[in-house]
């Protein structure tokens, strides 16, 4: 989890230094940060797979083959690293020309990935390294390793945006190559401690194994629904930002703005999603079925509280207590961005209460079930969304309300699962 979000922490860095550049910058990073952010998703959906095989292993006493999972792993997280290098460099100038108009958005978009491609590879081995610290249960370092990534990232972020302290004027270009080194950075500290670790005796880790197809196999197979779920959620996303930017770059500089507000007082939720998916499976291990409604409606009531206690007063006063990070002499992206701030309310109650429902459900095991109800609501709110902005002209305001339409068929069908039988029939 710590992993995932660190991406969301870059990304979000990018996004305040890039603000105070220009609005151009500012719009496309809000396109190409979502892009970004699915190819890291994929790669950290993949390495989740390998996880829970690792976990097994030791549970099992299996120490070597954790070890022999672990290397089959990181050389196929490798090889998918080398995949998306490829398709960024060659592919990617031929891809936003299928969803960008505006032709400084997508100069600035690639201006990012001339660097910021580079970091698939440091990105995806640490993905390996947290996963396998993760199935072993020695999760302190990888707390640790994300604190020296956001804090490199925030420091080059500085130096290579604005050309602080010697260093050139690069702009989001920079941000690009502060992100990469970051994760560089964060990449050589894990594995300076991962070789000095005298707990990984048992694994074997110093002698370098042969690719082993079965265990690549088993890990695309567990972890298969994983990534499914990040694509499809992360390519609504993307999608929309495509969407708005047909639009205009006033549109998609707006829209960055607003998701940026959206990922910070949606932190809550995260984690309270995180706790009431170990609280099911625990109820369910100690055949508690009874308490698993109760505990997934009072986590929601607590998760739509907190949300909506941070959300308020930024919501209703962005211009206030966003000042530090987002603060400029003009304010008018503040003003124009308003009515979607007023129109969040709604949206981070419903993602409070869907958060909660979706990932109670996952706990209990219906991860394919879950994935078709979310392909479901994703293909109607893309549909519905692209229907209404190019053929109706919503204005912007109402083309954000429209995940209100994704949020409330999911929030009943994930009801109407629970409220059966089946998922009380599952084997995990």
């Keep these: 989890m710590i992993g995932s979000a660190a991406q969301n922490v870059i990304t979000l860095s990018d996004s305040v230094f890039l603000y105070h550049v220009g609005e151009s910058d500012f719009a496309a990073i809000g396109f190409v940060g979502v892009f970004y952010l699915i190819i890291m998703a994929i790669g950290y959906g993949f390495s989740r797979g390998g996880q829970i095989l690792v976990a097994r292993r030791c549970g099992e006493g299996e120490y070597k083959r954790a070890g022999s999972t672990f290397y089959s792993m990181l050389y196929f997280e490798i090889i998918l690293a080398l995949f998306f290098f490829l398709f960024i460099v060659f592919g990617c100038p031929y891809f936003f020309r299928l969803f960008v108009d505006t032709e400084i ?3 600035k978009s ?3 990935l001339k660097y910021r491609a580079f970091g698939v590879f440091p990105a995806f081995i640490g993905v390996s390294l947290i996963a396998f610290y993760t199935g072993i249960a020695r999760t302190k370092i990888i707390l640790y390793d994300t604190i020296v990534l956001i804090i490199v990232n925030i420091v080059l972020n500085y130096g290579l945006i604005f050309g602080h302290w010697g260093l050139p004027e690069m702009g989001i270009s920079g941000a690009g190559l502060a992100s990469t080194l970051a994760e560089l950075a964060a990449l050589v500290v894990f594995s300076i401690y991962m070789f000095f670790d005298r707990a990984l005796r048992p694994f074997r880790l110093l ?3 042969r690719l082993d197809s079965s265990l ?7 972890a298969s629904p994983i990534v499914a779920q990040a694509v499809v959620g992360l390519g609504s996303w993307f999608f929309f930002f495509a969407i708005i930017e047909n639009m205009g770059q006033r549109e998609l500089a707006i829209s960055n703005l607003a998701r940026v507000v959206y990922l910070v007082l949606s932190i809550p939720c995260w984690g309270y999603s995180v706790g009431v998916n170990t609280l099911v499976s625990n109820f369910i291990g100690q055949n508690q079925m009874e308490n698993v409604w109760q505990a997934i409606k009072k986590t929601m009531i ?13 919501l209703l006063f962005p211009q206030y207590l966003l000042y530090p990070f987002l603060g400029s002499e003009d304010m008018s992206l503040f003003v124009d961005a308003q009515p979607i701030f007023y129109i969040l309310f709604v949206i981070l109650t419903l993602f409070s209460v869907g958060g909660i429902y979706f990932n109670g459900m996952a706990g209990t095991g219906a991860t394919l079930a879950g994935l078709r109800i979310q392909a479901i609501c994703v293909v109607f709110y893309v549909i519905l969304i692209y229907i209404l902005v190019n053929y109706f002209k919503v204005s912007l305001t109402t083309a954000w309300s429209i995940e209100v339409f994704y949020w409330l068929p999911l929030i009943y069908l994930v009801h109407m699962y629970m409220t059966g039988e089946k998922w009380k029939l599952l084997q995990v």
């Design 216 to 222: 690549i196999r088993s890990n695309f197979r567990i």
């Design 207 to 209: 002698k370098i194994q």
């Design 105 to 107: 958005i997508y100069q």
């Design 110 to 112: 690639l201006e990012y």
């Design 302 to 314: 607590i998760c739509v509280g907190s949300t909506l206690l941070l959300a308020i007063p930024v």
